[in-house]
T-cell receptor
Framework: GENVEQHPSTLSVQEGDSAVIKCTYSDSASNYFPWYKQELGKRPQLIIDIRSNVGEKKDQRIAVTLNKTAKHFSLHITETQPEDSAVYFC??????WGAGTKLIIKP | GAGVSQTPSNKVTEKGKYVELRCDPI?????LYWYRQSLGQGPEFLIY????????DSGLPNDRFFAVRPEGSVSTLKIQRTERGDSAVYLC???????????FGPGTRLTVL
């Protein structure tokens, strides 16, 4: 069936360094790819999304890249800060969500 | 404006009991989604509504789960004969006709003893 694979499950980076999280999807019909951030005990919140007619989208320190041929999309966070620590989910909504990546920013 | 709200925030029940979980979406949002999330996992899709009708209920795990949205606004997720495995945080989200961004509620933490 349709699924989204997300890697890595945990990512620990030094404050100020970059973090990259990758997702691979199976449904060729998917055309919308959001990334959500979920802090401990809080609800998921959209941080960036991309549609299949573009290859990259950037918003300040956050960017998402999409490779439709390879069916994968990635979240890039530059100049990481302590407040970036959270669990990040990719999705091929509404049905399929990745298992999440726990991002730890080391001071 | 007000975001998505869910009640109750916590629900503790005994195995075999019936529970109802309520979701109030953002006013004017036509789409409403139910998910459940277990610790350390991503949201698991249950059902989504477009207006009053269930556009996709393929995520409901079995016939003990049912959801309604009779007037196209508030939705209720109903779980019959609860089992311990139903324990999770049940999340509701809504989105507008013009955007696919989902806005989530705070969730209802269901514990089945």
């Amino acid at each position: 069936g349709e699924n989204v694979e997300q890697h890595p499950s945990t990512l620990s980076v030094q404050e100020g360094d970059s973090a990259v999280i990758k997702c691979t999807y199976s449904d060729s019909a998917s055309n919308y790819f959001p990334w959500y951030k979920q802090e401990l005990g809080k609800r998921p919140q959209l941080i960036i999304d991309i549609r299949s007619n573009v290859g990259e989208k950037k918003d300040q320190r956050i960017a998402v890249t999409l490779n439709k041929t390879a069916k994968h999309f990635s979240l890039h966070i530059t100049e990481t800060q302590p407040e970036d620590s959270a669990v990040y989910f990719c999705a091929a909504p509404p049905l399929i969500w990745g298992a999440g990546t726990k991002l730890i920013i080391k001071p | 404006g007000a975001g998505v709200s869910q009640t109750p925030s916590n629900k503790v029940t005994e195995k075999g009991k019936y529970v109802e979980l309520r979701c109030d979406p953002i006013s004017g949002h036509t789409a409403l989604y139910w998910y459940r999330q277990s610790l350390g996992q991503g949201p698991e899709f249950l059902i989504y509504f477009q207006g009053t009708g269930a556009a996709d209920d393929s995520g409901l795990p079995n016939d003990r789960f049912f959801a309604v949205r009779p007037e196209g606004s508030v939705s209720t997720l109903k779980i019959q004969r609860t089992e311990r495995g139903d324990s999770a945080v049940y999340l509701c989200a809504s989105s507008s006709r013009d955007s696919r961004e989902q806005f989530f509620g705070p969730g209802t933490r269901l514990t089945v003893l």
